[in-house]
């Protein structure tokens, strides 16, 4: 009798894909209430739709778009600025599957399945957020870098 260990890469396969989808501002929020309630009313709407203002503090920032990838510290006409950097790949998510071979007098069957969302292609995408001294002054969308 052939064992599939089909159950073995599924399960897995399927845990790694709900690691990687990122949390909705409505998680971040649900995380974070005391810090969410302690927002201007105008922000907290922003915030709840993943939408960032002029003003916002850093904390507003995290609670819309989450981590950022990088943040870079500086300075610019006199004050202190700090950039965070969200970046994108255009290539969506993907789901892998796979089997493999045994040695010896059992042989196995190897399938894979790939899904890529959306169809086609997009460039890299880099959201900078900029903050001086400790407030956003602007925010701007890079493709293709």
Not at 22 to 36: G, Q, W
Not at 38 to 54: I, S, T, Y
Not at 116 to 130: A, K, Q
Request: charged share 20%; aromatic share 8%.
């Amino acid at each position: 009798m052939m064992k599939t260990g089909f159950s073995f890469v599924l399960l897995p396969s399927c845990l790694v894909l709900l690691a990687a989808c990122s949390p909705a501002p409505s998680d971040r929020i649900a995380k974070n209430m005391p810090a969410y309630e302690q927002l201007p009313k105008e922000h907290q709407a922003k915030v709840a739709r993943g939408e960032l203002e002029k003003g916002m503090s850093p904390m507003a920032v995290l609670l819309a778009w989450g981590e950022p990838e990088q943040k870079m510290a500086g300075r610019m006409n006199g004050k202190n600025t700090e950039r965070w950097i969200y970046t994108r790949s255009g290539t969506g998510w993907s789901l892998g599957l796979g089997g493999g071979g045994f040695r010896g007098r059992d042989s196995g069957i190897g399938t894979g399945i790939g899904v890529t969302m959306p169809l086609g292609s997009r460039p890299p995408v880099s959201c900078n957020v900029l903050f001086e001294d400790g407030k956003v002054i602007g925010w701007e969308a890079v493709n293709g870098f």
